[in-house]
């Protein structure tokens, strides 16, 4: 072995990681004859091994201790941040107990408390003014009264369907005319009268009623509302026009 | 089921610390920390550093530990986010530090050989207490150029292969080799004029600028 073949072995010799026997046994011998060679593999000896020393007194170091804590607290937090990315249920319970939460209940229960109170009373005035208690308000006038005490008067009659809205209510007044008292008494509350009964009667009844008639039309059949108390007598009349 | 973290591979550890496993996590960083630690804190001479650049090591594990292929070695990926770490640091603070005698490059011609009381046949080191010739060569090694010192603190301090070193370096195995002589020899010369005695003297150092 020469001096330039020496060199490229060196670091390998030095440190013992030269695989071949053979190689280590041509290099050691030339070192031992070479005295350049010889010099140079003893520097990288005492360097190898003063580094040796040196790497297992320091095998002892570690990372501090508040490193490996901030570290998994770190861990800890990126975990939590991911987790909603990796479980798709999370959020949704998240969500639904959020709900539940009693700010969020009494904020719902209030709103639907105002909009409930909101529609009790815009649906109250409705009922209180039905078209029968219209119709009765303005157009009840005195008539004059006849004594008829056979004022109950079975006859097939359609039930007109349920009053509608001012505007059937208008529409309806164009068409018949004035409210007729067919008893003595006056009813003084609206509220009295249960039904309203459309009808096809002929005119001899309205002379049951005591209402006063021409005899040649009896056989004729009239159009009229027929306004019944609570106790089914016909309390009121109003003639198709 | 149980899993026992001690004998888990890196790879694994580092798949299932991915899938959020805090005690994968854990036992990485316990079975790594203290390398990764010791290399910076070597390389940069700097103890706040060498913390800093641990906690870059594990946290660039945690962001883009998907990265690892797991076909090389765990120890060179690791070494390779904290040499990266340690060099952009050190750009940043500017504290390059070299010995006065070291600022030499790969080109310079180094010395044919020690003096003649270095290489007696019980050799320099033989008369040197355990404790101050490690104290010295940490001095020496501290002193070396940082290209040389990274080869050196890779190859022995952390026992990686020369390949795997020239993989955390980024160079050929050939400049592996040829770093890791130089380094030896200049680390050889710092050594032999050393004595007991003197190990109480300061080396002197003085700032220099290496472009990296």
């Known amino acids: 072995m020469n001096c330039p073949e020496f060199d490229k072995l060196i670091v390998s010799l030095a440190c013992d990681t030269l695989a071949s026997g053979s190689l280590r046994a041509q290099a050691l011998a030339h070192a031992a004859t070479c005295a350049r060679c010889g010099a140079r593999l003893a520097q990288q000896q005492m360097a190898a091994e003063g580094l040796d020393a040196l790497a297992a007194q320091e095998q002892s170091i570690q990372a501090p201790a508040h490193l490996g804590a901030a570290l998994l607290a770190e861990f800890e937090r990126q975990r939590m941040l991911a987790a909603p990315q990796d479980a798709p249920s999370e959020p949704i319970r998240f969500r639904l107990v959020s709900l539940l939460n009693w700010r969020w209940a009494t904020a719902i229960t209030a709103v639907l408390f105002v909009v409930g109170l909101t529609a009790v009373l815009w649906r109250q005035p409705v009922r209180q003014t039905s078209p029968v208690q219209e119709e009765i308000a303005t157009t009840v006038t005195p008539l004059p009264v006849n004594t008829s005490t056979n004022n109950e008067t079975k006859m097939v009659a359609k039930i007109s369907p349920k009053p509608k809205r001012k505007k059937t209510a208008r529409h309806n007044a164009d068409e018949y005319g004035a409210l007729i008292s067919l008893l003595p008494i006056v009813p003084s509350e609206a509220e009295e009268f249960q039904q309203v009964v459309s009808m096809q009667i002929p005119r001899s009844t309205l002379r049951l009623w005591g209402l006063p008639l021409d005899e040649e039309s009896d056989n004729e059949q009239i159009r009229a509302k027929v306004y019944f108390s609570e106790d089914g007598v016909a309390r009121a009349i109003r003639l198709h026009n | ?212």
């Open chain 2, 1 to 212: 089921m149980k899993i026992q973290l001690d004998q888990t591979s890196d790879a694994e550890l580092l798949r299932l610390m991915l899938a959020g496993k805090r005690a994968a996590f854990a036992q990485l960083y316990q079975r790594w920390q203290a390398p990764v630690y010791r290399f910076a804190l070597r390389l940069s001479g700097s103890v706040e550093l060498a913390e800093d650049v641990t906690q870059d090591v594990f946290l660039t594990l945690m962001r883009d530990g998907a990265q690892y292929s797991g076909s090389g070695s765990f120890a060179a990926y690791l070494l390779t986010i904290a040499r990266h770490s340690v060099l952009r640091r050190l750009q940043r603070e500017r504290r390059f530090v070299t010995l006065e005698t070291n600022g030499e490059s790969e080109d310079t011609p180094l010395p044919d050989g020690l003096p003649d009381d270095a290489v007696d046949e019980a050799g320099p080191l033989a008369n040197l207490t355990r404790s101050e010739m490690t104290e010295a060569v940490r001095q020496a090694v501290q002193g070396l150029p940082l290209h040389y010192r990274e080869v050196v603190l890779l190859c022995h301090m952390q026992e990686l292969s020369y390949t795997e070193a020239a993989e955390v370096i980024g160079c050929e195995i050939g400049t592996v080799c040829s770093r890791l002589y130089r380094a030896r020899v200049l680390l050889a010369k710092s050594l032999a004029g050393w004595k007991p005695e003197a190990a109480a003297a300061p080396i002197k150092l003085k700032p220099a600028r290496y472009a990296i």
